[in-house]
């Protein structure tokens, strides 16, 4: 199908902050007509571990309540809510959903220890700043009880750097990390293994470089160790969508907001912003924060600005002076980032990504605040005050010539 709109490929999160813009929407106005709270209304339909997902896949690792509890403790929820006087009306809003991994993919790793000790690890995972080769450094220091600052990782280089089927879809840690652990524990049993052959009793903590003395009567040799992972899938059938297991791991992610809506200009504005989401044990929290920030923030940006207007093929607000992405001022003046304690049993030390969770939930969650402060259900995005201004006019009933 042939159509003059501009290209589309994958994005953060892939389709799923789309979906969740719709169903966790649609939650709320539910819970409104029945005159349920919001969070008691979800608690009552809430998908539990050890459940089938409409899928069919029975759902494991995937701590949906525990998200949702941690969101009504940083709200508040259950406390009195300053509702705003006069034109300025405030309220508040969450929404939480979760998200497949992508599946089938593969990764492979390869972790060469020299005679001098220096590991180096050759991974074809892409660090664009969400902290991947820290991450992977993190998973061969662990499994080889060494710092991760003496893990060299090697710039990718598709000539040098073995398979990986890309990095995307917050798979890298889990699949990567995978295999590199797998390839960490073939080179722990060849060091233990040379020990053994040179007459070291076991657990003997004699250094590599003297091990490779014992063995060559010099500083020579390497041990090399690879990984392979490539995690079980059974493909949906195509008629039912059902299958059962569509996926390795589920991401999970919910978002709160207060805001506070000037009812005469429309305008919005976000008082507090939370951010918990699950992603197994966090390897290095620090990295994780921000991933979470950056991705809420991204996701902020579509909700309230970011909108192609195309005229004939042509994009004709193509600079930012006229597309418009979050500034500082637009930052929330309350942000907290988190993650909630919990272990994914078939990842690398139970760590799972984080890059997309925080994306899932920001639209709706503004969105249900809206419709809290002012009582007017917002159905596309983005919410701009234009947006804002005339729903209200026409829930007042105001004549079409007036929104102008």
């Not at 809430?46 to 709200?75: F, K, Q, Y």
């Not at 070291?200 to 392979?228: C, D, H, R, V």
């Not at 597309?323 to 030390?349: C, R």
């Amino acid at each position: 199908l042939y159509t003059n709109m501009t290209p589309a490929g994958a994005l953060r999160g892939f389709g799923i902050p789309q979906l969740a813009w719709a169903y966790e929407s649609h939650t709320d106005m539910i819970a409104r007509a029945l005159k349920l709270d919001p969070v008691a209304f979800r608690r009552l339909n809430l998908l539990r571990d050890g459940r089938p997902h409409a899928s069919g896949t029975i759902l494991r690792d995937a701590p949906l309540e525990e998200v949702l509890d941690r969101l009504c403790e940083r709200l508040n929820w259950g406390a009195p809510f300053d509702r705003g006087t006069g034109a300025a009306r405030r309220g508040r809003g969450l929404a939480i959903a979760l998200k497949a991994a992508i599946s089938p993919t593969t990764s492979v790793s390869m972790i060469n220890v020299s005679a001098d000790g220096s590991v180096t690890l050759y991974v074809g995972t892409v660090d664009m700043g969400q902290g991947s080769d820290t991450g992977m450094a993190q998973i061969v220091g662990e499994a080889l009880n060494i710092p991760a600052e003496k893990v060299r990782v090697v710039p990718r280089d598709t000539d040098v750097t073995p398979y990986d089927m890309g990095t995307l879809g917050s798979r890298s840690l889990f699949h990567m990390g995978n295999a590199t652990r797998i390839a960490a524990e073939e080179v722990r049993s060849k060091i233990a293994a040379l020990a053994s052959e040179v007459g070291e009793p076991e657990g003997s903590n004699m250094p590599i470089g003297e091990l490779f003395k014992k063995k060559y009567g010099m500083l020579a040799g390497n041990i090399i160790g690879t990984g392979t992972y490539k995690p079980d899938y059974t493909p949906a059938e195509h008629e039912t969508g059902q299958s059962t297991n569509i996926t390795p791991f589920w991401m999970i992610g919910g978002a709160g907001v207060e805001v506070e809506v000037d009812t005469e200009t429309g305008h919005l504005r976000i008082l507090k912003l939370v951010n918990v989401i699950d992603c197994g044990t966090p390897i290095n929290p620090r990295i994780v924060e921000t991933q979470i920030s950056g991705a809420s923030l991204m996701q902020l940006g579509f909700t309230m600005f970011e909108k192609m207007h195309l005229d004939a093929g042509q994009v004709t607000n193509a600079s930012l002076a006229d597309y418009k992405i979050p500034g500082f001022f637009d930052v929330p003046e309350m942000m907290v980032n988190e993650a909630v304690d919990a272990y994914q049993h078939n990842a690398p030390f139970g760590a799972k990504g984080a890059g997309e969770s925080a994306t899932l939930c920001v639209s709706p969650a503004v969105a249900n605040a809206i419709d809290d402060a002012i009582g007017v259900r917002l159905m596309e995005l983005p919410l701009t005050p234009e947006a804002v201004l005339r729903a209200l006019r026409s829930k007042a009933g105001a004549p079409l010539e007036e929104e102008a």
